[in-house]
């Protein structure tokens, strides 16, 4: 589930907050991140999620999001996910039904679009230096959380000819890993607010739950 995995939920694009416990040279790198991502409007991306156990077995699912501002809509594992930043509705395809519940952020998550706002979160980071991958050279930062959290820490592998976030990966005490790794992003496309909505017209015969009255 990426609905409310690290990386749901959204965190608005804000600049980097630097104190004395951060790496200055990390802190650069990152708001330049920053001022590339604030200049988005829309984000349509690709990306692969790859879990990796402690004993190495590893399994790996493709998705699509499109973001926009608090917005978005999230094409991922058998299911369908849109978020208007009021309402959550996931459509599982498998099962034809729909639940449509009221958004909440959740502190110790991280929501699709964050795969390029975590970094605005509070933590403490660190350069760790230059990787060369495939003859492209990423600048990675780990990041640990200065509140409690599920996992130890973070790694953002970041491309460092276009400042793009090439990799996250998160870490967990019992040795699990996931990463996050961003394909083909597509950035400013005009996407209608209506988009990150169930269109029930659009999915004639799909069950609909709505947990939002009492």
Not at 3 to 31: E, G, M
Not at 76 to 103: L, P
Not at 156 to 185: C, P, V
């Amino acid at each position: 589930m990426m609905r409310y995995i690290i990386l749901t939920p959204l965190a608005i694009l804000a600049s980097l907050a630097v104190n004395a416990q951060n790496d200055p040279k990390a802190t650069a790198i990152l708001n330049k991140v920053s001022k590339l991502y604030k200049s988005y409007t829309t984000i349509k991306s690709t990306f692969t999620i790859t879990t990796t156990t402690a004993q190495g077995k590893s399994t790996s699912s493709s998705g699509t999001v499109w973001i926009k501002g608090t917005k978005y809509k999230l094409d991922y594992a058998g299911q369908e996910i849109y978020c208007n930043g009021k309402f959550i509705w996931t459509y599982s395809k498998e099962d034809n039904e729909v639940t449509k519940e009221v958004y909440k952020i959740k502190d110790n998550s991280i929501t699709p679009n964050e795969i390029f706002t975590i970094y605005n979160r509070d933590f403490k980071n660190a350069y760790e230096g230059p990787t060369v991958k495939d003859g492209k050279t990423y600048e990675v930062i780990k990041m640990v959380s200065k509140k409690k959290v599920n996992y130890s820490y973070l790694k953002l592998e970041i491309d460092n000819s276009t400042n793009k976030i090439h990799r996250m990966l998160q870490h967990f005490k019992n040795g699990t890993e996931i990463a996050y790794s961003i394909g083909q992003l597509t950035p400013n496309s005009a996407i209608a607010d209506n988009y990150f909505e169930w269109n029930a017209g659009s999915h004639p015969g799909v069950t609909e739950i709505d947990l939002t009255k009492k």
